[in-house]
């Protein structure tokens, strides 16, 4: 007897294929990680939440959603946490979006959006990114359909780099419809510098109940390997996210790290300024070595290489960036070490 097929949909979903393996963490620059290492007292948490692992963890995240509920200052049920950002992404498209919808997004940006809007059996709606690497919010509203039920806008943008502004934002959310969720992914937001770029929390609270803000203890707070992100919502999409997230999933060891981590948030943000100047000072270097790239509001960079993204990546062996084949690579801020070695690989290949 045959095997039952798999849902159509997954035929288009290409096996995820991991970078190539950097020789060593010091030299992966190609998944936007931290490169400091957690914090003695996150360990310590973490360490002693290990010794309950015979129990289940905290399926209502009590911890969690009190410290994320006094850290922006808002009640607790405006929160949905979940295994990273992306899974809360993955929760909340599966609690609003099915066959018939539309999802609107740019292109290029995040790559798990075409997957978990297939998921859903949505249609994907990709609009194309500016020459610049800025999402053009004029024509994703002109996107927008009576099937649309989600715009996705990714702010900074990964892989490019920019951020959308707040005037243009704004004046997105005046036109789109409010039966249209507009998910702003802020993964990146704690390394933005640019005054005049967009909070998605700002217009959230400023009566646009339509906005979903995604943001993740992956990038700034060092926690990616744990799987820790959230939702900042109107309380009843809060509600369908978390009723559309299997329970238990976030650990208690998870927890326990990202509570403290908010709790010793000034000591990660001092580090998350640090990844910010070498983020400024490769920029810059790879400017005077004649490349051309696109303003970064996060923790890496985008060269534009177009059909020499892959042969430029393999030049950067044994570093390990991530190439876009056709389209570009994106190189993660390291340590000032790596980040001098990858300059130095730049400037050769350009030689
Ligand atoms: N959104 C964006 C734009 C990202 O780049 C990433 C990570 N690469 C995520 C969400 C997911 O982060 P996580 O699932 O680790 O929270």
Redesign the pocket.
């Given at each position: 007897m045959p095997i039952p097929p798999a849902r159509k949909v997954l035929d288009g979903i290409p096996p995820y294929k991991p970078g190539r393996p950097a020789d060593s963490d010091d030299l992966k620059l190609s998944?936007?990680e931290n490169p400091y290492p957690p914090l003695p007292g996150v360990m310590k948490r973490a360490t002693e939440a290990l010794e309950r692992i015979n129990r289940y963890p905290d399926a209502g995240m009590t911890d969690l959603y009190d410290a994320l509920g006094k850290k922006f200052d808002l009640p607790t049920e405006r929160f949905a946490a979940g295994t990273?950002?992306?899974?809360v992404?993955f929760s909340l498209l599966s609690a609003y979006c099915e066959a018939g919808d539309e999802i609107v997004y740019a292109w290029r940006s995040?790559e798990?959006y075409p997957i978990a809007a297939d998921m859903t059996g949505a249609t994907s709606v990709r609009v194309p990114l500016r020459p610049d690497a800025t999402h053009d919010l004029i024509a994703m509203a002109e996107a927008v359909t009576e099937r649309t039920k989600v715009v996705l806008v990714?702010t900074p943008n990964?892989p490019t780099g920019p951020a959308v502004t707040q005037e243009v934002l704004e004046s997105f959310l005046d036109v789109v419809p409010d039966h249209v969720l507009v998910v702003v992914?802020e993964?990146?937001v704690e390394f933005v510098r640019s005054e005049d770029a967009a909070s998605g929390l700002s217009c959230l609270l400023d009566g646009h109940d339509n906005v979903v803000v995604?943001r993740?203890?992956?990038?700034a707070y060092g926690l990616?390997g744990l799987?820790?992100?959230y939702a900042i919502a109107d309380p009843d999409v809060a509600a369908s996210i978390r009723k559309a997230t299997p329970p238990f999933t976030v650990t208690d060891l998870a927890q326990a790290a990202a509570v403290a981590s908010l709790e010793s948030e000034d000591e990660l943000m001092e580090r998350v300024e640090s990844i910010v100047g070498e983020r400024t000072r490769v920029r810059r270097a790879l400017i005077s070595q004649g490349w051309e790239v696109p303003d970064s509001q996060a923790n890496f960079v985008w060269l534009p290489l177009g059909d020499d993204a892959t042969a430029f990546a393999e030049a950067c062996a044994p570093l390990s960036v991530r190439p876009f084949a056709g389209d570009g690579v994106r190189v993660s801020i390291g340590d000032p070490a790596a980040n001098d070695r990858f300059l130095k690989a730049s400037a050769a290949f350009r030689a």
């Amino acid at each position: 007897m045959p095997i039952p097929p798999a849902r159509k949909v997954l035929d288009g979903i290409p096996p995820y294929k991991p970078g190539r393996p950097a020789d060593s963490d010091d030299l992966k620059l190609s998944s936007n990680e931290n490169p400091y290492p957690p914090l003695p007292g996150v360990m310590k948490r973490a360490t002693e939440a290990l010794e309950r692992i015979n129990r289940y963890p905290d399926a209502g995240m009590t911890d969690l959603y009190d410290a994320l509920g006094k850290k922006f200052d808002l009640p607790t049920e405006r929160f949905a946490a979940g295994t990273g950002s992306v899974a809360v992404l993955f929760s909340l498209l599966s609690a609003y979006c099915e066959a018939g919808d539309e999802i609107v997004y740019a292109w290029r940006s995040f790559e798990a959006y075409p997957i978990a809007a297939d998921m859903t059996g949505a249609t994907s709606v990709r609009v194309p990114l500016r020459p610049d690497a800025t999402h053009d919010l004029i024509a994703m509203a002109e996107a927008v359909t009576e099937r649309t039920k989600v715009v996705l806008v990714c702010t900074p943008n990964n892989p490019t780099g920019p951020a959308v502004t707040q005037e243009v934002l704004e004046s997105f959310l005046d036109v789109v419809p409010d039966h249209v969720l507009v998910v702003v992914d802020e993964a990146y937001v704690e390394f933005v510098r640019s005054e005049d770029a967009a909070s998605g929390l700002s217009c959230l609270l400023d009566g646009h109940d339509n906005v979903v803000v995604l943001r993740t203890f992956s990038k700034a707070y060092g926690l990616a390997g744990l799987r820790v992100g959230y939702a900042i919502a109107d309380p009843d999409v809060a509600a369908s996210i978390r009723k559309a997230t299997p329970p238990f999933t976030v650990t208690d060891l998870a927890q326990a790290a990202a509570v403290a981590s908010l709790e010793s948030e000034d000591e990660l943000m001092e580090r998350v300024e640090s990844i910010v100047g070498e983020r400024t000072r490769v920029r810059r270097a790879l400017i005077s070595q004649g490349w051309e790239v696109p303003d970064s509001q996060a923790n890496f960079v985008w060269l534009p290489l177009g059909d020499d993204a892959t042969a430029f990546a393999e030049a950067c062996a044994p570093l390990s960036v991530r190439p876009f084949a056709g389209d570009g690579v994106r190189v993660s801020i390291g340590d000032p070490a790596a980040n001098d070695r990858f300059l130095k690989a730049s400037a050769a290949f350009r030689a």
